[in-house]
């Protein structure tokens, strides 16, 4: 017998902790802007996903109105750096409700470098940043999508496989840090190789199958 659960008789508290303990793992978006007054922000939200290729859209969602969305609404740019197991701890601190004039960087300790075409930072020790300017927020009832255009990409030449002619970032080197439920946090386990394969070549198997 399973639990049914009505969402509708729900505390909303309650839905939130059901949701992100089920929808998991969830990828982090470590996210630095800059308000209109030139202070650094930075926060990871790990409502985060891409939107779209062509173009290169990736977009977070800000749970409340966070210093993220703001400053994003007030400049039109940030930065996601990705969240490698080795930066865990600062991950984690950035998180931390400072003041708005209070920038993450300086206060947790977490060395900056310039970006190449916004003017949030980088994050200088993360693998891999991408530069967004946005694109669209959507408003969706106590929260806000926020979708970015990606127009940079920096690697770190020590996670990248290019062998094959084109950078490849591994995951076995970049290690990435997921958010699950409750204060939990998930690191890489086991990687699997599979293959998808096409539909032409399933049936030429399965006809090939069927005269043996």
Not at 25 to 34: E, G, K
Not at 101 to 118: A, K, Y
Request: proline share 8%.
């Amino acid at each position: 017998m399973r639990t049914e659960l009505d969402v509708a008789e729900l505390d909303p508290d309650v839905t939130y902790r059901l949701l992100t303990a089920s929808v998991v793992p969830r990828p982090i978006a470590w996210v630095s802007t800059r308000s209109a007054a030139g202070v650094d922000n930075l926060a990871p939200h790990s409502f985060f996903t891409i939107s779209c290729v062509r173009p290169p859209i990736v977009q977070f969602t800000s749970v409340g109105r966070k210093d993220s969305l703001r400053n994003v609404e007030e400049t039109g740019q940030f930065v996601v750096s990705f969240a490698p197991e080795w930066l865990t701890r600062v991950i984690n601190e950035s998180a931390t409700d400072f003041p708005r004039d209070e920038s993450e960087f300086d206060t947790v300790g977490i060395e900056r470098e310039p970006s190449r075409t916004v003017a949030p930072s980088r994050v200088a020790d993360s693998p891999v940043a991408l530069e967004c300017v946005l694109e669209r927020t959507i408003e969706l009832g106590d929260s806000t999508v926020v979708m970015g255009r990606v127009q940079h990409i920096a690697l770190d030449p020590a996670v990248v496989d290019d062998s094959d002619g084109h950078p490849h970032p591994r995951i076995d080197l970049m290690r990435p840090m997921a958010r699950l439920g409750r204060n939990e946090w998930g690191s890489l386990g086991e990687v699997r190789d599979i293959p998808r394969e096409p539909y032409d070549v399933r049936l030429r198997r399965q006809a090939q199958q069927a005269g043996q």
